[in-house]
Nanobody
């Protein structure tokens, strides 16, 4: 059983910073990609950033220069450093990953439970 567990959300003032973490656990053969999506109230879920195995991070235009995605492959953990936060960054942030478990060696799409980020004064 593969699980993604997010942490690090919370309330922050405009201009502040937060770091989200996403830890993948379970019987993992390989991780093909990982990424962050977010969904604000009344809006569609949107891609924030992602990274493919061996590649460089990709970012939505709205977060370029402010957010940084990084990975610790040894820990199967992904991070999203969010700086210069704006009220429009307020959303539930979801971790997602394409992971091949040992059970079938085929890549499946997994999602975390989401973590709330609120940017407000």
């Amino acid at each position: 059983q593969v699980q993604l567990v997010e942490s690090g959300g919370g309330l922050v003032q405009p201009g502040g910073s937060l770091r989200l973490s996403c830890a993948a656990s379970g019987s993992i053969f390989s991780i093909n990609s990982m990424g962050w999506y977010r969904q604000a109230p009344g809006k569609q879920r949107e891609l924030v950033a992602n990274i493919y195995s061996g590649g460089s991070p990709n970012y939505a235009d709205s977060v370029k220069g402010r957010f940084t995605l990084s990975k610790d492959n040894a820990k199967n953990t992904m991070y999203l450093q969010m700086n210069s936060l704006k009220p429009e960054d307020t959303a539930v942030y979801y971790c997602t990953a394409m992971i091949a478990p040992y059970s079938d060696y085929r890549a499946h799409d997994y999602w975390g439970q989401g973590t709330q980020v609120t940017v407000s004064s």
